[in-house]
């Protein structure tokens, strides 16, 4: 049984209880046929050939045994007109009985089919339509665990594969949060897969404080790519002495570039200055943007200022929208995570949600406020799972 856990034994495996039938049920030679479920056709693999045979579902006996997954017992082949049309034979003697045995595999799947090649009329009688069904068990035991194997391995690969993927990731997010005096910052991303389409960053240059939230359409790998490579290219844009109109533009027409036609990336990216606490941002189609002011216990909410990244060319950009913040004002970049996570009966938690969560818990760390915001969420949904990924953003300004 261990050898049956190695899909490279499989081969050899199944020359074997081809040898063991020829004994068994007194046949000149034994011919396998396999499914290849790609093309949906039948493969010959015994006896092995460098360009192996192949026929359709339906043709011949094989294809016929196959289709209607019943043994069949020919009993004179020269007067049969289905072999004379596509005769099976070995070397070394002429084909006059044929006995067609499906290989079946759970809920009667077709995996391949058995032939046995007798060189007299009426070679296999009832013991032999006998034990041929259990030689072809055999062989389904066989093929269901070589496959079981080599998905296991398959899937050992994958997994593999994710946790390098999603440790690049996570390691593009910042590691702590920056310090920047007079505010208090935090970001915080919940993935729906092992990798997400959203992302944060939030870094101190030259001064000011860059703050970015994307979200690019779809779950997993390729999304996490482009929001990733969206990261990189502003990073190293603004390190070259780029300002916030241009690099907005020619990451937008790289991406344009580079992503398929039904992809693209909602993001909103900005500088904070602490100094004069002044606030500069596009927002290609990420929104609603919330500014929680605290004199007024008042959420104000900002629309996206342009179509989302990547999907048009730009010749220009429109001035980055500004807006100051005051003392005890709460910038909250939120996705659509959070807006539309929905309940079983459809209801979103939408922006009232939001409202409430923050005016309840304006005064608090914003690490705690934005972990508020996720309880408050998951509360919301009941049993509902997480659809969309959760990305926030939050910048206070602490009191005078």
């Not at 011919?31 to 015994?46: A, F, K, N, T």
């Not at 092995?48 to 019943?70: F, K």
């Amino acid at each position: 049984m261990y050898r049956l856990a190695a899909p490279e034994t499989l081969p050899e495996l199944l020359r074997e209880i081809v040898e063991v039938g020829k004994v068994a049920i007194v046949a000149e030679a034994g011919v396998l046929w396999l499914l290849d479920r790609p093309s949906g056709d039948l493969v010959m693999v015994i006896p092995p050939a460098d360009e192996p045979e192949r026929i359709t579902i339906g043709s011949g006996h094989a294809g016929q045994c196959a289709d209607s997954r019943e043994v069949t017992n020919i009993h004179e082949c020269r007067e049969d007109d289905c072999f004379q049309a596509a005769p099976v034979s070995v070397g070394g003697f002429e084909t006059r009985s044929l006995l067609n045995v499906p290989i079946l595999g759970q809920e009667s799947q077709i995996l391949g089919v058995m032939q046995w090649l007798g060189e007299y009329p009426g070679q296999f009688d009832q013991h032999d339509t006998w034990i041929a069904p259990a030689l072809a068990a055999e062989a389904a035991i066989a093929i269901q665990h070589s496959e079981m194997t080599s998905e296991l391995l398959a899937s050992a690969i994958l997994n593999q594969e994710v946790a390098v993927a999603r440790e690049i990731q996570i390691s593009t997010l910042p590691d702590s949060m920056p310090d920047v005096g007079g505010y208090d910052v935090h970001g915080q991303f919940l993935p729906t897969d092992h990798t997400g389409g959203d992302l944060y960053d939030l870094v101190v240059l030259d001064g000011r404080l860059f703050i970015l939230l994307g979200d690019a359409t779809g779950h997993g790998f390729g999304p996490a790519l482009s929001a990733t490579q969206m990261q990189a290219m502003l990073r190293v844009a603004f390190r070259l002495g780029a300002d916030l109109d241009s690099a907005y533009m020619h990451v937008n027409n790289q991406l344009n570039e580079d992503l398929p036609d039904d992809r693209f990336i909602t993001a909103f990216m900005g500088f904070l200055d602490p100094a004069i606490h002044e606030l500069e941002f596009h927002s290609g189609g990420q929104g609603p943007i919330l500014v929680y002011r605290a004199a007024s216990d008042e959420c104000e909410w900002f629309k996206p200022t342009s179509f989302p990244v990547g999907i048009m060319e730009l010749d220009g950009t429109a001035p980055a929208m500004r807006l100051e913040l005051e003392p005890g004002d709460i910038l909250a970049v939120i996705s659509d995570g959070i807006y539309e996570f929905g309940r079983a009966d459809g209801a979103q938690f939408g922006e009232d949600g939001v409202k409430e969560i923050m005016r309840q818990g304006h005064t608090l760390a914003m690490s705690q406020l934005s972990q508020n915001l996720v309880d408050a969420v998951f509360e919301f949904g009941g049993d509902a799972p997480q659809a969309d990924d959760i990305t926030l953003v939050l910048v206070r300004r602490l009191p005078d």
